[in-house]
T-cell receptor
Framework: DTEVTQTPKHLVMGMTNKKSLKCEQH?????MYWYKQKAKKPPELMFV???????INESVPSRFSPECPNSSLLNLHLHALQPEDSALYLC???????????FGPGTRLTVT | GESVGLHLPTLSVQEGDNSIINCAYS??????FIWYKQESGKGPQFIID?????DKRQGQRVTVLLNKTVKHLSLQIAATQPGDSAVYFC????????????FGKGTMLLVSP
C-alpha cells in the first residue's frame, strides 16, 4: 500500500463550527505533515510530526490543532476558522524525517 | 519580497514536443530537490529527485538538471503527452535534518493534441 488517504474530500463549515480532517497511511512511515495550499499557489508547510511527536509548527494559528493518535493517523482539528482559511489541506508522509514525501489527495475546505 | 500573482506561469506545447520547465531555488544550503506534478483536484505526485552532489538525473521520459552555481533546476519531459498536462512544482530541502520542503511557485504545462 503506497497511498496516503484523506477524509473528507470536501468540507464546508461555518466560522463557529468544530470539524476535523483525517489522514491515514499504512506504509510504515514515521513522519507525517500537514500543508495548506491556496488556489494557484504552492503548498505551504503547517506541521511536521516525527515518531508521533510534533516536531515543527510553522507559526500556525491556534484555531488549527494537529493530533497524531498513532503512527498511521494524523488529524487536524479546526475551530473558529475564518473565510481566508478556505484552501486545500494536504497531508503527506515520509519514511523518516528526511525522506521522500508522499502526498494525499487533499481536503478541499470552504469556510463560510 | 513575495510576488502575488493570479496566474501561474504557463508553458503550452504540442503533443510529442519536448518540454522544459525551469525553477530558481533560493537557498544555497539546500541539499535535495524534487519535482512534483499536481493534476487538478489531486495532491502533488513525486516525479523525480536529485541530490546536490549530482548535476543530472534521468527517469522514464524525464530528466532533471541541477546547476548549483546559479541555483537553477530544470525538468525536461521528452515526447510530451496530453496526460502530462498539470502544474509542476520544484521543491528544495535545506540540509537541516528534517524533510521540510520549500516549494517553488509552480508552472502550468498545457499539452495540446
Amino acid at each position: 500500500d503506497t497511498e496516503v488517504t484523506q477524509t473528507p474530500k470536501h468540507l464546508v463549515m461555518g466560522m463557529t463550527n468544530k470539524k476535523s480532517l483525517k489522514c491515514e497511511q499504512h506504509m510504515g512511515h514515521r513522519a507525517m505533515y500537514w500543508y495548506k495550499q491556496k488556489a494557484k499557489k504552492p503548498p505551504e508547510l503547517m506541521f511536521v510530526y516525527s515518531y508521533e511527536k510534533l516536531s515543527i509548527n510553522e507559526s500556525v494559528p491556534s484555531r488549527f490543532s494537529p493530533e497524531c493518535p498513532n503512527s498511521s493517523l494524523l488529524n487536524l482539528h479546526l475551530h473558529a476558522l475564518q473565510p481566508e482559511d478556505s484552501a486545500l489541506y494536504l497531508c503527506a508522509s515520509s519514511q523518516e524525517k528526511n525522506g521522500e514525501q508522499y502526498f494525499g489527495p487533499g481536503t478541499r475546505l470552504t469556510v463560510t | 519580497g513575495e510576488s502575488v500573482g493570479l496566474h501561474l506561469p504557463t508553458l503550452s506545447v504540442q503533443e510529442g514536443d519536448n518540454s522544459i520547465i525551469n525553477c530558481a531555488y533560493s537557498n544555497s544550503a539546500s541539499d535535495y530537490f524534487i519535482w512534483y506534478k499536481q493534476e487538478s483536484g489531486k495532491g502533488p505526485q513525486f516525479i523525480i529527485d536529485i541530490r546536490s552532489n549530482m548535476d543530472k538525473r534521468q527517469g522514464q521520459r524525464v530528466t532533471v538538471l541541477l546547476n548549483k552555481t546559479v541555483k537553477h533546476l530544470s525538468l525536461q519531459i521528452a515526447a510530451t503527452q496530453p496526460g502530462d498536462s498539470a502544474v509542476y512544482f520544484c521543491a528544495e530541502r535545506m540540509n537541516s535534518g528534517y524533510s521540510t520542503l520549500t516549494f517553488g511557485k509552480g508552472t502550468m504545462l498545457l499539452v495540446s493534441p
